[in-house]
């Protein structure tokens, strides 16, 4: 879809043509399935349908168009992925809101944040192949040197990773969803790497797709 026909499928779509919607919403469907991909929880994967966030989302997106440009949205894919990480977050709450809730106090650590959740999907996709009893001290040994790794960046360089590596962001597009310049989001992509290429080199399989 060239930028002219997603420019004059956005204008019709807030003036209320819902097949406009249902277009664009086409166009990065697969796209925004690779977002539900990595940030839906794990204890969830095996009880809600990806497709019925998508759903959800979508719905949502219906709701808030008319706010498209006073969210000062410049792409409809960012727009998009910023209501579906919002129905992510509902997904959650409503699903895992009490043990959460439960974690923290015996825990007594801070409020969750955003990269509470993107450094354990992180870890989790990581070495999410590790499945077999023979690879299960590997995925411990691995999960503890990516945690510390991981513990050594940023919230934002954590997010610039996952963003360009698992959800394939390009630097502009993350670049505007941290809004941020590109030059910061292609320098904090290659620090972040940096940080933890040597624990990535060691994973199985890790880079062989």
């Known amino acids: 879809m060239t930028t002219e026909n997603e420019a004059e499928l ?5 003036h209320g043509d819902e097949e406009a919607l249902a277009l664009l919403f086409s ?3 697969e796209r925004l399935r690779r977002v539900v991909a990595f940030r839906l929880h794990p204890k969830l994967r095996s009880r809600v349908d990806p497709d019925d966030i998508l759903q959800e989302a979508y719905l949502n997106a219906a709701q808030r168009l008319g706010r498209f440009l006073h969210d000062g949205a410049h792409s409809f894919f960012i727009w998009m992925r910023l209501i579906l990480n919002q129905t992510l977050a509902d997904v959650h709450r409503r ?7 439960d974690a923290r106090r015996e825990a007594r ?3 969750a944040s955003m990269g509470d959740s993107t450094s354990l999907s992180l870890t989790v996709h990581l070495i999410g192949h590790l499945t ?4 299960a001290a590997l995925r411990e040994e691995l999960s503890e040197k990516i945690d510390d790794a991981l513990s050594t960046m940023s919230e934002l360089d954590q997010e610039v990773l996952a963003m360009r590596h698992f959800e394939e962001l390009s630097n502009s597009e993350i ?11 292609a320098m904090r992509y290659i620090r972040a790497l940096g940080r933890i290429r040597d624990i990535l080199v060691t994973i199985p399989g890790f880079g062989d797709e």
């Open 175 to 185: 670049a505007a969803a941290l809004e941020i310049s590109e030059q910061a989001a």
């Open 27 to 29: 166009a990065h469907r």
């Open 109 to 111: 650590s801070r409020p």
């Open 95 to 101: 699903h895992l809101g009490a043990q959460i809730r």
């Open 132 to 135: 077999s009893p023979s690879q």
């Open 10 to 14: 956005i204008d019709r779509a807030i």
